[in-house]
Each structure stands twice: as structure tokens, then as C-alpha cells.
């Protein structure tokens, strides 16, 4: 009975026990979660608060810096725009600087040679400038050998030598051209610092002057401002020179009458258009040159004619005194002898 009894006893107390276990491990799961849960928000707030200070931090910068790189805003597009039209400012300012001597040259054919030269002498007129040459050559009755020609050297204000270039093809039929610019500024500023550097020699040498006793000093020193005094005025002399070239561009312009203006055609490409273009060009060549024939051949009928009777006469000359010395002509000589 006793063994019965303390049997039960353990089984009870087991049963008892197991419960109590099963409760002491939830509630230190329980303790352990709320402790990892606190431990990682803390965490996260530790690194939020890190993270947010490291991007104030970050964009402070950024946001002084967005005006000059122009980054997305408001601020940075309108800086990046006051910084653009500095730079182009700048740009012209620097540009407008410079020393450049423009020059064209433009070859031109016209039909109507007398409105070619109206119309050029008008453009001139009305751009400001002025004609520096003019030279006109061949009779003022067209015909087939008198086409006229003419050479004009124009001067136009600087700003407007683009515009100048561009009207040329109201004058007539542009064959040619071409223009470039010389750029002359480091000749000019150097120019300018001698012109400078020598009147700083004249003070120096007018104070010395002032302060000179000896006669031969004074012939020194005055023969030395002399020489100095004309060297400025020569480079002061380049340096006006130089503005009027600048200011004023130089265009030559050759305009030539001709009877019919000059069409271009497109280049070939394939062999058939080659070879046709080819033989266009001949059958061109060859009525050229008969009507060039026939042209010299009206031209010269007299000249031909004066030969001709010159050359019959001398051979029958020649041929009347072989007969009188009693030489057999040349063609008894190659006539078989009949007699034989």
C-alpha cells in the first residue's frame, strides 16, 4: 500500500510540475522577446537618428551647392542661367576685343551687265560703305566681241560684310566665293605698349632736357626726343591705319557680261550618266569648234584669199622659168616615155 501511495505521490507531482515548467518558459520567452524588441528599435532609432543627422548633414551641402551645379530647382536653373548669360557676355565682350581684318573676293557673270553695275553701286550705297576701285573694261555697244568686264574693290562697315557677301547674288549669277578673316590683335596690342613704353622715354627724356647745363647735353638729349617723337607718331600712324581696316571690310568683286550664264549640272554617278555626260561634252566640243571654224573662217576670207593668189603666182613663176632653162617639168619627168 505504501509503495501504491508514494507511486501516486510522483505522478502527481509531475503532473504539477509540468505545468509550472511550461509557464516558466513562456514567461522567459516572453521576457526575452520584449527585450530583443526593445533592443531593436532602440537600434533603429539609434541609427534613424544617425542616418537622419548624416543626411542633414549631407544635404546642407547639397542644397548650397545646387545653385552652382544647377541641379533640379528653382534656384539652380535660374543661377545656371545667370551663370550661361555671363559666360556669353564674357564671351562677346572678349570677342568684340578682338583686332579682325575681313576680306572677300566674289566673281560674278551677269546678262545685263548695266543693272549688274547699278545694283552693286546701290549696295554699296546702302550698307554704308564706299567703292575704293573701280575699273571697266570693253565697248559700251554689245556685240559678240565686245563683252564687257568690270573690277570693283568696295569697302563695307565690318558689321555689315556678312550682309554685303550674302546680297552679291542680286547683282548677277555668283560663279566664285570666298572670304577670311585676319586676325591682327596681338600686332595691335603690342603696337599700342611700344607707343606707350616710348612716351614714357619722352617724359623721361623732356625731364632730363629740363634739368640739363651742358650745351652738348642738350643737343643729345634733343636729337633723342626727335627721334623719339617720330617713331611714335609712325606706330600712332599703324595703329589708325589698322582701325580702318578693321572697321571697313575689303570686298573685290569681278563681274563679266556674258551671252548666256553658266547653269551648273549635277556630277555623275553611274557609269551611264558618265558616259552620257561624256558624249554631251563631246558633240559640245565639236559644235563649238565648227562655229569657232566657220567664225575665223568669215573673219579671215580675205587674208585666205591674198594667200592663195600669193602662192598660185610663185608657182607659176617658178614653173615659167624651169620651162625657159629648158628643164622638163615634173610631171613630164613622171609620165612614161612613150616612144619606148
Do not use: H
Request: glycine share 6%.
Amino acid at each position: 500500500m505504501s509503495n501504491k501511495g508514494a507511486g501516486q505521490k510522483a505522478q502527481l507531482t509531475r503532473r504539477l510540475l509540468i505545468p509550472v515548467l511550461a509557464l516558466i518558459i513562456l514567461l522567459m520567452l516572453a521576457a526575452c522577446g520584449s527585450s530583443s524588441k526593445y533592443t531593436a528599435e532602440a537600434s533603429a532609432v539609434q541609427v534613424s537618428g544617425k542616418s537622419s543627422g548624416a543626411y542633414d548633414a549631407a544635404a546642407a551641402p547639397s542644397a548650397s551647392a545646387s545653385p552652382v551645379y544647377g541641379e533640379p530647382g528653382i534656384g539652380g536653373v535660374n543661377n545656371r542661367a545667370e551663370e550661361t548669360s555671363q559666360y556669353a557676355s564674357q564671351l562677346n565682350e572678349l570677342m568684340s576685343q578682338r583686332k579682325l581684318i575681313m576680306e572677300g573676293d566674289v566673281s560674278i557673270e551677269t546678262l545685263n551687265f548695266d543693272e549688274s553695275i547699278e545694283a552693286l553701286d546701290q549696295l554699296v550705297e546702302d550698307l554704308g560703305g564706299f567703292t575704293e576701285v573701280r575699273n571697266v573694261r570693253g565697248k559700251s555697244s554689245r556685240t559678240y566681241y565686245s563683252l564687257r568686264s568690270a573690277s570693283y574693290v568696295i569697302r563695307i562697315p565690318a558689321e555689315s560684310f556678312d550682309l554685303a557677301m550674302k546680297n552679291m547674288g542680286t547683282i548677277g549669277n555668283v560663279l566664285e566665293s570666298t572670304s577670311k578673316g585676319t586676325d591682327i590683335t596681338d600686332t595691335y596690342v603690342d603696337t599700342q605698349t611700344r607707343i606707350k613704353t616710348l612716351k614714357v622715354q619722352e617724359e623721361t627724356l623732356l625731364d632730363l632736357l629740363s634739368k640739363a647745363e651742358k650745351l652738348e647735353d642738350v643737343i643729345t638729349l634733343e636729337g633723342r626726343i626727335s627721334d623719339v617723337r617720330y617713331q611714335i607718331e609712325s606706330l600712332e600712324n599703324t595703329i589708325k591705319n589698322y582701325d580702318r581696316l578693321v572697321e571697313f571690310s575689303r570686298i573685290t568683286v569681278f563681274i563679266q557680261e556674258v551671252d548666256d550664264e553658266t547653269r551648273t549640272r549635277p556630277n555623275p554617278k553611274t557609269l551611264g550618266e558618265r558616259i552620257s555626260e561624256s558624249f554631251r561634252e563631246s558633240i559640245d566640243s565639236f559644235v563649238d569648234f565648227c562655229e569657232d571654224f566657220l567664225v575665223w573662217l568669215v573673219r579671215s576670207w580675205i587674208s585666205i584669199l591674198i594667200i592663195a593668189v600669193g602662192v598660185f603666182a610663185a608657182a607659176m613663176i617658178v614653173r615659167s622659168k624651169m620651162r625657159k632653162s629648158g628643164k622638163p617639168v615634173k610631171k613630164a619627168e613622171t609620165e612614161p616615155d612613150k616612144k619606148e
